[in-house]
């Protein structure tokens, strides 16, 4: 997605993988990595997520109607 209004990759809250976790009573990344995604991930400093998926719960509505 492109354009002015377009979200920032570095933005978790409009993430597909953002989620409230209730036991730990915050949001937190519900992305679930290996072992060695998870080393390469925390070893690269990355200036936007590179697993970042646009939510958009409209589209979701629509393919249920």
Request: net charge negative.
């Amino acid at each position: 997605m492109t354009g002015k209004n377009a979200p920032m990759q570095t933005d978790c809250r409009t993430c597909v993988y953002y989620d409230y976790d209730d036991v730990y009573d915050m949001d937190i990344c519900d992305l679930n990595l290996d072992e060695d995604e998870m080393v390469r991930f925390m070893q690269h400093p990355y200036s936007a997520c590179p697993y970042y998926k646009f939510y958009d719960e409209y589209k979701t509505v629509q393919k249920q109607i």
